[in-house]
Nanobody, 118 residues
Framework: QVQLVESGGGLVQAGGSLRLSCAGSGGSFRTYAIGWFRQAPGKERESVAVISWSGGNTNYADSVKGRFTIFRDNAKNTVYLQMDTLKPEDTAVYYC???????????WGQGTQVTVSS
């Protein structure tokens, strides 16, 4: 089964940008749809963006449409989340996960912290 590791989080001012990476190893990374999720303190985890195995289809949460872009490089076994025009409400731990057969997400990474200061 694929293993996923997130990186790229950090502290940024409102209006700034960050690019998160989700690197896969083991398994057939390029055959999985990959989702980015986030969880803020005291809140439930929410889906941010999803990309199909080929990269041809993407979906975004309404709260990030027009500001975030998900894309992948299967040659590098990596999915990226480009985050622009960041807002303080984007502050959360961001996770990536693979959509497994059956539709559930698994192989969760350890998460990367994103903090947006006002």
């Amino acid at each position: 089964q694929v293993q996923l590791v997130e990186s790229g989080g950090g502290l940024v001012q409102a209006g700034g940008s960050l690019r998160l990476s989700c690197a896969g190893s083991g398994g057939s990374f390029r055959t999985y749809a990959i989702g980015w999720f986030r969880q803020a303190p005291g809140k439930e985890r929410e889906s941010v963006a999803v990309i199909s195995w080929s990269g041809g289809n993407t979906n975004y949460a309404d709260s990030v449409k027009g500001r975030f872009t998900i894309f992948r490089d299967n040659a590098k076994n990596t999915v990226y989340l480009q985050m622009d025009t960041l807002k303080p409400e984007d502050t959360a731990v961001y996770y990536c996960a693979a959509r497994l057969p059956g539709g559930l997400y698994g192989s969760w990474g350890q998460g990367t912290q994103v903090t947006v200061s006002s």
